[in-house]
């Protein structure tokens, strides 16, 4: 029961510290910030700019990654498992190597291929999406079918039935999670893009002599940016989780490179000895998804231009 | 001929020719494996001999329609072929995980289901509460773990040193109901945290969605109170978006299944799944594929042609 009250006491301690950084960092950006952002900043719910916030530590994180780091990502610095100590900050991991140091690496080769999967996924999801509702007629037919199909096979189920046939990975794991979460952005774009064409300024532009590329780019995408910018949020929580799922089971980044989801399984067995410190790097996901979720939620409100 | 049997026909069948297109995905698998399949199974140091034997032995040399319907007549006779890994038949592989597999998610269901529609009935009732504001907020958040984290937090806390459940819910032999649904709590209590907090949101936005309607309106001024109207008005005509959003985590339940399997050691299929993907076990991993896509694709027919007949303006169409 004292267990429990800590640990609840630890949790909304955790949920103030979150919120008053989230008003913190609200008020510095629309200090600092010219005066658009600002304003834009001042409607931010605290979650979001809580979000914000982590998603640029993160993002700093990944970049600096080498500095910050004590030690190696591959270095054995002590023994198996040690605990946390002045030395080894987080203690060792299952090869004896530092725990902290890998857990920031991973930051970079976690987060950068997530964005680089999604990043594909999206930009390949979109133009066909884009394409299939400008066009039209056996086109959409035919892309439109392919997608159903892929589609009614469970994702992670349709991931690992790829990776059998291609072996695993992570070239081939960008690719089959890029194609995969590609058929949930082309159904999108194409939903949102079925909408613009029919507009008269579309059907004007076409009268004008417009061509397809310029169609894409100066008339629908800029309309079509808001809802996509925030599907794009969501699919790179979807493939980060794919993706950390994968490394959990072993079919996604090969060690020794450091990856949060493969670090949580070679370390579980710690977990039943009442250790935390597997939980940090399945942490880390849930932290940055989280946020990631929490940013794009004020977005899609924004968007949609609901008040309350 | 009623039009709603004609409607179920219809779907039965769309869903019938999206299993065959699967299957036809699944299978043109094997083809696509770089290099020859027979050399894959031999190793390198095969002789060409031994290899061309086995192309031979497994009908490798006819052509691709002919394997593929010898492929699906096996399988629709449930011969699932012999695994490479050791040589047992898939079918008896799969067999009693299969069994284990659909039990832990059925365990799920049956804890998420009833939890997610009363907390999402509560929610709409008490909108803009505090029990709404923190049932929503914590719905965002466990949507964003990986069911690891869950499961891991999980096992910190109700397992380990002193802990009232088994961290490894291995399944050997004969277990008593009792015994299994205590040794599955931990998964099964998992997948329900996974799926709860989306079914519990997209209950909320059905009933809310409709509160604004005049008829809602009659009901509350003839002086019903609050919980009547939303369970006796509201929650009839909110059933098809319900029974949908339902249907949907059942099927994310089958493919959320292998992660916890593994997180708990449970002899299920996504364990299967898993270690024969390492291996590149394909007749095995093809198998598998094929009957979770089938489950997936069952689920989501289910689930559409519950949504109408839910609806009495579909069923009695003039």
């Known amino acids: 029961m004292i267990g429990f009250l800590t640990g609840l006491l630890w949790l909304l301690g955790g ?102 999967t999604s990043a594909l996924a999206f930009i390949l999801g979109s133009v066909l999406g884009l394409l299939a509702a400008i066009v039209g007629g056996w086109l959409d037919q035919i892309l439109s079918r392919t997608v159903d199909v892929l589609m009614a096979i469970p994702a992670l189920i349709f991931a690992l039935l790829l990776l059998t046939i291609l072996g695993t990975s992570v070239i081939n794991m960008i690719l089959v999670i890029a194609l995969i979460d590609s058929t949930r952005v082309y159904r999108l774009a194409r939903a949102v893009a079925m909408n613009i064409v029919v507009m008269d300024y579309v059907e004007a532009a076409k009268l004008r002599g417009e061509g397809l590329w310029r169609l894409i780019t100066r008339e629908i995408l800029p309309n079509a940016m808001a809802p996509l910018v925030a599907e794009f949020g969501l699919r790179f929580c979807f493939v980060f989780l794919t993706i950390s799922a994968l490394s959990f089971l072993g079919l996604g980044m090969q060690p020794p490179t450091a990856d949060w989801g493969s670090m949580v399984k070679d370390n579980a067995t710690l977990i039943t000895f009442g250790d935390i410190t597997p939980l940090l790097p399945a942490g880390a996901i849930a932290l940055l998804t989280v946020s990631v979720n929490f940013v794009v939620d004020w977005q899609l409100h924004r968007a949609s231009g609901l008040k309350e | 001929m009623p039009p709603i049997l004609i409607m179920i026909l219809q779907r039965l069948a769309l869903g019938v020719v999206t299993l065959f297109v699967v299957s036809l995905i699944i299978f043109l698998g094997t083809e696509l494996l770089p290099g020859d399949f027979a050399q894959e199974i031999l190793g390198q140091s095969a002789t060409p001999a031994t290899v061309a034997a086995l192309r031979e032995q497994l009908g490798l040399n006819d052509p691709l329609f002919v394997r593929y319907g010898g492929w699906l007549a096996d399988v629709v006779r449930g011969d699932l072929g012999v695994s490479l890994a050791n040589g047992q038949s898939v079918a008896e592989l799969i067999g009693r995980r299969l069994g284990y597999t659909l039990s832990l998610a059925l365990y799920a269901a049956a804890i998420a289901v009833p939890l997610s529609l009363v907390l999402g009935i509560l929610a709409a009732l008490l909108r803009n509460s505090v029990f709404d504001r923190v049932a929503n907020a914590s719905a965002l958040t466990s949507i964003s773990f990986p069911e690891f984290f869950v499961a891991y937090i999980l096992i910190f806390l109700l397992a380990g040193a002193g802990g009232m459940f088994p961290s490894i819910s291995s399944i050997r032999g004969e277990v008593s109901f009792g015994e299994y649904l205590y040794r599955a709590f931990l998964p099964a209590l998992t997948l329900t945290l996974v799926v709860t907090a989306h079914m519990m949101r997209m209950t909320r936005a059905a009933i809310i969605n409709l509160l ?70 394909m007749p095995v991993v093809q198998a598998v594929a094929l009957i979770f896509a089938a489950a997936y694709v069952l689920l989501n027919l289910t689930a559409d042609v519950l949504a109408t007949l839910s609806n009495p303006r579909l069923v009695h169409r003039r």
């Open chain 1, 15 to 116: 949920i103030a510290a979150a919120m008053a950084a989230g008003w913190l960092f609200r008020t510095l950006m629309v200090t600092i910030s010219p005066r658009g952002v600002a304003k834009e900043m001042r409607t931010a719910p605290l979650t979001a700019s809580f979000g914000m916030l982590m998603i640029l530590i993160y993002i700093f994180v990944a970049f600096f990654a080498h500095w910050l780091a004590p030690f190696s990502e591959t270095a054995i610095v002590g023994r198996e498992y040690e605990p946390w100590s002045s030395v080894n900050l987080l203690g060792t991991d299952n090869l004896g190597r530092d725990m902290l140091s890998r857990l920031i690496y991973a930051a970079r080769n976690t987060v950068g291929i997530a964005f680089v």
């Open chain 2, 212 to 281: 604004a309607s005049p008829y809602i309106e009659m009901a509350r001024l003839k002086g019903m109170s609050p919980m009547r109207v939303i369970v006796r008005h509201a929650l009839p005509n909110a059933l098809a978006p319900i029974i949908n959003v339902v249907a949907l985590n059942l099927a994310y339940l089958i493919t959320g299944v292998v992660v916890v399997e593994v997180v708990f050691v449970y002899p299920g299929m996504g364990q299967l799944m898993v270690d024969s993907v390492a291996a590149r076990d």
